[in-house]
């Protein structure tokens, strides 16, 4: 424990150069405090909501309900029937930077879509054509079929495959492309979870050489003018700015979007726009969040449906 906390308060000087903003956030992960409820309408808000419902954040999307803390959403029976989906406020912070994406989108692929959240999100924002949802780990399969399906998410498909498979059946293909990245998981402890190991240098870099094969390949299936959304739910640099800033040597016709509506959470960390919540600031435990633009000119790759037939676990 008391080499955690030392990696701990190393980390909190490498996000802050004050010392009360250091001492806030390592409050926020030792001391963690509840955050409010939040759920997501899939469908349209009955006339009379059954909850209490917070004041909405000036960037809050009008789907989107803060809700208050003794709230228990997930035993409702709008939630059987799928009218809402249950997230955390920290999940809607890192969605939103999509709906700075004017541009129609007619397919979306969820690269690491395991619960189902980010990828619902972008389907109640664009109503595309198809939502692809893929997730590697067989045994988060379930839980992303059931939300999918609770939630009547039409038209859409559940794979199971490697990014590096993906990268090659679908090339050029989507509108958006969601990487919302396995990583160390640090604001866990923000919600008074465990996440062993999160701070260790060895867990992050292997986290971080993860995340850049995953949105290296994600990239090559991004179609020209299309858009590719990097997120994570940790705060080590490593993890998020230096991803970022990865990408865009590795593929110098992407280009960082400006997200206007988040400006006041710009990352300080980088010069490039990134956005970031602190759990110390109380909306959630934390999240980072980036839009790249891929500027090619040249014409999409039409979608291959036979192969996503072969590819696909379940349609709905």
């Known amino acids: 424990m008391e080499k955690t906390s030392n990696l701990l308060i190393k980390l909190s000087r490498r996000l802050f150069t004050e010392s009360c903003l250091q001492e806030k956030f390592v409050t926020a992960l030792t001391q963690p405090q509840p955050f409010q409820p939040c759920v997501l309408w899939c469908r349209e808000k009955p006339n009379e909501l059954p ?58 692929f969820d690269m690491c879509a395991a619960p189902g ?68 998981g640090q604001s866990l402890l923000a ?22 094969r995953i949105i290296a390949n994600s990239a090559k299936i991004v179609a020209p003018q299309g858009y590719l959304a990097y997120m994570t739910c940790t705060y080590s640099p490593e993890e998020n700015e230096e991803v970022c800033q990865w990408l865009l040597k590795k593929f110098p016709h992407f280009q960082a979007v400006e997200i206007e509506h988040l400006r006041d959470y710009r990352s300080h960390l980088t010069t490039l726009p990134c956005y970031r919540i602190w759990p110390q600031d109380g909306l959630g ?19 291959d449906l036979d192969a996503l037939e072969s590819s696909s676990i379940v349609r709905f």
């Open 117 to 184: 959240g980010k990828g619902i999100f972008a389907w109640r924002v664009f109503q595309p054509e198809l939502l692809i949802a893929n997730e590697v780990i067989g045994k988060r399969l379930g839980m992303l079929i059931s939300n999918l399906k609770r939630c009547q998410i039409q038209p859409s498909v559940v794979v199971n495959r490697d990014s590096s498979i993906l990268a090659e059946m679908f090339a050029q293909t989507s509108d958006l492309v969601i990487v919302d990245a396995p990583c160390t």
């Open 51 to 108: 909850f209490l419902v917070a004041s909405p954040t000036d960037w809050q999307p009008y789907f989107i309900d803060r809700l208050a803390l003794d709230s228990k959403p997930g035993q409702h029976s709008l939630h059987n029937s799928g009218y809402y989906y249950c997230l955390d406020f920290s999940s809607v912070f890192a969605a939103a930077i999509l709906l700075a994406i004017s541009s129609p989108v007619k397919v979306v």
């Open 285 to 303: 435990a934390g999240a980072f969040a980036a839009l790249f633009k891929n500027t090619e000119q040249s014409e999409a790759n039409q979608l």
């Open 191 to 212: 919600k008074g979870e465990k996440a062993v190991g999160c701070f260790h240098p060895t867990n992050i870099n292997q986290c971080a050489n993860r995340q850049k």
